[in-house]
C-alpha cells in the first residue's frame, strides 16, 4: 500500500559518515543545499548537484530503496510538475495539436524542475534517515536556544516538531491497520472514481483521530509520571559537540554552494 511507502520520520541504524555528523551540522548542512539547489540553471550545474546528492548516498551507507521510497509517495507532484513546465512554457515548438503545445524550453525548464524536487526530497530524507528522534531534537534545540533572548521557546518547538516527526509512521501504520480492520468487514476504498473513495475515506477518519487523541493523552500522561516540566535547568547525557567530521561537511556544503552561485553569475 501506498501508506506503507512513506518514510517521513523513520530511522536507519547503521554506521556511517552520516551518521557520525553534529545532528546540528546535518539541519544547517540540509537548509544551505537547499538554498543552493535553487541557484542552479544550466546543465552543468544540475550535474554538480547530482555529483554532490550521489555523494551523500554513498557517504550514508543507506540502501538506494530507501531513497526511492522517500521519493515515491510524492511522484503526482513530481509528473505534475513536468507536465506543467512542459505544455505551458512558451518558446521554440516541437510538437503541437490543437492547444497543446511542446516548446524545447518547456522541456528543459520541466526537467530541470523535476530533478529539483526529487533532489530536495532525496537529501532531506537523508536528515531524518541518519539522525534518530532524540538526538535531532537536541540538534533543534541548540539552534533555536540564541532566539530565546527573544521570547521563542526552544525547548518546546524542538519537542513538538520532534514528537510530531516521530509520530508520522506512528499514525500510518495505525491508519493501514484501520483500513485493513474495515476492509475486512466489507469496506471498498479502491474501486469507484476520485469521488467514491473520497466519500469511503470518511469513516476511517473517526476511529483515527480517536487513536491520534488517545496516543497524545498516554504520551502526555508518561511525560507527567516522569515529573517532566519542560526544558529548564535539564540536562543530557550525550552533549553536542562539533569534531572535525563536521568542519568538513560544512566547507564541502559550502563550497558546493559557491560553485553553483559561480555557475550562475557566469550564466
Not at 83 to 108: A, D, N
Not at 206 to 233: H, I, K, Q, W
Not at 239 to 248: A, F, I, P, S
Request: glycine share 8%; hydrophobic share 50%.
Amino acid at each position: 500500500m501506498m501508506l506503507g511507502n512513506i518514510t517521513l520520520g523513520q530511522y536507519y541504524p547503521t554506521k556511517s559518515f552520516m551518521h557520525r555528523l553534529d545532528p546540528r551540522t546535518k539541519i544547517l548542512c540540509t537548509m544551505i543545499f537547499i538554498v543552493g539547489i535553487f541557484l542552479a540553471d544550466t546543465w552543468v550545474a544540475y550535474g554538480v548537484v547530482t555529483a554532490f546528492v550521489l555523494l551523500g548516498i554513498a557517504l550514508s551507507n543507506l540502501p538506494l530503496s530507501l531513497i526511492w521510497k522517500a521519493v515515491k509517495p510524492l511522484w503526482i507532484i513530481i509528473v505534475f510538475t513536468m507536465v506543467i513546465h512542459v505544455f505551458t512554457t512558451p518558446g521554440t515548438l516541437v510538437w503541437q495539436w490543437g492547444w497543446l503545445h511542446v516548446t524545447e524550453e518547456g522541456l528543459r525548464q520541466g526537467a530541470m524542475m523535476t530533478m529539483r524536487l526529487v533532489y530536495l526530497i532525496s537529501f532531506s530524507a537523508l536528515l531524518t534517515y541518519t539522525t534518530s528522534p532524540i538526538v535531532l531534537t537536541d540538534g533543534i534545540e541548540q539552534l533555536l536556544n540564541p532566539f530565546r533572548g527573544i521570547g521563542v521557546p526552544a525547548h518546546e518547538l524542538a519537542m513538538m516538531m520532534t514528537i510530531a516527526l516521530r509520530f508520522i509512521p506512528t499514525l500510518l501504520q495505525e491508519t493501514e491497520r484501520i483500513m485493513k480492520a474495515q476492509k475486512a468487514r466489507g469496506a471498498d476504498f479502491e474501486s469507484g472514481n476520485l469521488i467514491r473513495r473520497g466519500k469511503a475515506l470518511v469513516p476511517l477518519m473517526v476511529p483515527l483521530f480517536v487513536s491520534a487523541f488517545r496516543r497524545a493523552d498516554e504520551l502526555a500522561t508518561a511525560m507527567e509520571a516522569r515529573c517532566y516540566r519542560g526544558g529548564e535547568n535539564r540536562t543530557r547525557l550525550h552533549e553536542l559537540h562539533y569534531e572535525n567530521v563536521d568542519m568538513v561537511a560544512f566547507a564541502g556544503t559550502i563550497a558546493v554552494v559557491l560553485v553553483l552561485g559561480i555557475l550562475r553569475w557566469l550564466h
